[in-house]
Every structure is written in C-alpha cells, then in structure tokens.
C-alpha cells in the first residue's frame, strides 16, 4: 500500500488560535533551554502560558525577565500535573485548540502549523498527539 501525500490546509485569514499550556515546578534550567523553540514556532496566533506549581528556584522571575510575552499563572500549592494544565485551560483566552506540553520539550519551528494544518483539513479528529 503507497502512502497518499496530504496537502494540509489552514484558512489565510483566519488562523485559530492555540493556547500553548506548559506546568512548570521548579524548572527554570528546562525553561531557559527549551521555552526558546516555543516562542519561536512559525504558527502566527498562539499564545504561552506556563502554569507555575509553587516553585522555589525562581522559575518565575526568569520568565518575567526573559519572557515578558509568556502569560505567567502563579500557584499557591503544587497541585500536580492534571490540575495544572486544568488551571492554564480555565485562563485561557478564547482559543479553538489546546496544545499542552512539557517543560523538557524543544519542538520544531513548523511542528504547530503542522499539527493545527492537520486538524483543520481533518474535521472528524477531535484530539491529536503529535511525535516530537
């Protein structure tokens, strides 16, 4: 069986927005060598929001000096990975696609208009995991 060759396509004049959520605890060296291939993504409209669990190893003053774009959600508790990335998706802003991610992530330059590229000529997939 060949493989079919797919062109994916996104609407030029309206892009939709991604809402990038990462949870953080105590990750600041894991920040400062992967966050930079995420603002760096090719996709026009997208935004970065980390969702800090209580850490104590000024993750979150390097983000406000180094990453004044990156919407910054402060935790009172470490209340884990699930509730973190329930917290960042009640913050976000009106956004039609959720791309959560780790800290530890350095991802392509295309790999988020790929993915979103994909979902939208694929109307009948609901969720989508991409291999980084």
Not at 46 to 67: A, H, K, Y
Not at 108 to 125: A, F, Q
Request: proline share 8%; with cysteine.
């Amino acid at each position: 069986m060949q493989s079919e060759s797919r062109e994916y396509k996104i609407p030029p004049e309206a892009p939709p927005e991604v809402a990038i959520i990462i949870v953080n605890y105590n990750g600041k060296d894991l920040l400062e060598k992967y966050l930079p291939s995420i603002t760096e993504l090719d996709y026009p409209e997208f935004q970065i929001i980390i969702v800090d669990n209580n850490s104590d190893d000024d993750s979150v003053e390097f983000l406000e000096r180094e990453f004044s774009d990156v919407r910054i959600v402060e935790c009172e508790t470490n209340g884990g990975l699930s509730k973190g990335n329930n917290v960042g998706v009640e913050v976000a802003d009106d956004t039609e696609y959720i791309w959560f991610l780790n800290p530890d992530v350095r991802v392509p330059k295309n790999s988020l208009s790929h993915l979103i590229k994909y979902m939208e000529s694929n109307p009948e997939v609901g969720i989508s995991v991409p291999r980084i």
